[in-house]
């Protein structure tokens, strides 16, 4: 069964400094992985992918991650973290059709 | 910009009560989800429906909860008895037909038991 390992429930960085957030999967067949954010009490919004291809994903607000299958890892990167970015950040992996999550990383952002 | 429309966005209510959500997909989703987040952790899915199917519910607590779909565009969740481990945000996702991958999640319903 698939499942995502997020490394850290709470990670914090200062404004411009660089952003973080690891994601481990276990997966006995190419698995199709996601990173959502959540900002408090909304729901989910989709940051970016990985399906097929290129392993690097770029995704919305200036994030994105690398698929290594060799690492079994799919970490959420960002150069700059802006005050905004400061969400909860849930890694998922597909299984049998269905979405599989991590149990998220808070982010805060210092000035 | 379509969205996933769920109501109400809170709810406080007594155990042993009953309680109501209620979402609308995105026009054209055939699929709907319904997922459940306790404060700390992911979500997890309760229940999945294509059309007006459920096509798992492996995950849900038939003795309390129940979900229905009946023609196939909303749908509500029920749970009765409400027991205070139920509190939690319910969620609510669609897709379009064999589009797992692309979910579209609302803004969630807040539910707290006292």
């Known amino acids: 069964a698939q499942s995502v390992t997020q490394l850290g429930s709470h990670v914090s960085v200062s404004e411009g400094a660089l952003v973080l957030l690891r994601c481990n999967y276990s997966?006995?067949?190419?698995?199709?992985l996601f990173w959502y954010v959540q900002y408090p009490n909304q729901g989910l919004q989709l940051l970016l992918k990985?399906?097929?291809?290129?392993?690097l994903v770029k995704g919305i607000n200036g994030f994105e991650a690398e698929f290594k299958k060799s690492e079994t890892s799919f970490h959420l990167t960002k150069p700059s973290a802006h005050m905004s970015d400061a969400a909860e950040y849930f890694c998922?992996?597909?299984?049998?059709?269905?979405?599989?999550f991590g149990q998220g990383t808070e982010l805060s952002v210092k000035p | 910009e379509a969205e996933v429309a769920q109501s109400p966005r809170y709810k406080i209510t007594e155990k042993s009560q009953a309680v109501a959500f209620w979402c609308d997909p995105i026009?054209?989703?055939?699929?709907l989800y319904w997922y459940r987040q306790i404060l700390g952790q992911g979500p997890e899915l309760l229940v999945q429906?294509?059309?007006?199917?459920?096509?798992?519910d492996s995950q849900l607590p038939k003795d309390r909860f129940s979900a229905e779909r009946l023609k196939g565009v909303d749908s509500t969740l029920k749970i009765q008895p409400a027991e205070l481990g139920d509190s939690a945000m319910y969620l609510c996702?669609?897709?379009?037909?064999?589009?797992?991958?692309?979910?579209?999640f609302g803004p969630g319903t807040r539910l707290t038991v006292l």
């Open positions: 026009s054209g989703h055939a699929t």
């Open positions: 997966s006995s067949v190419p698995p199709y």
């Open positions: 429906f294509q059309d007006e199917s459920v096509v798992d």
């Open positions: 998922a992996v597909t299984q049998g059709g269905k979405l599989i």
């Open positions: 990985y399906t097929t291809g290129a392993t």
């Open positions: 996702a669609s897709s379009l037909r064999g589009k797992n991958n692309e979910q579209f």
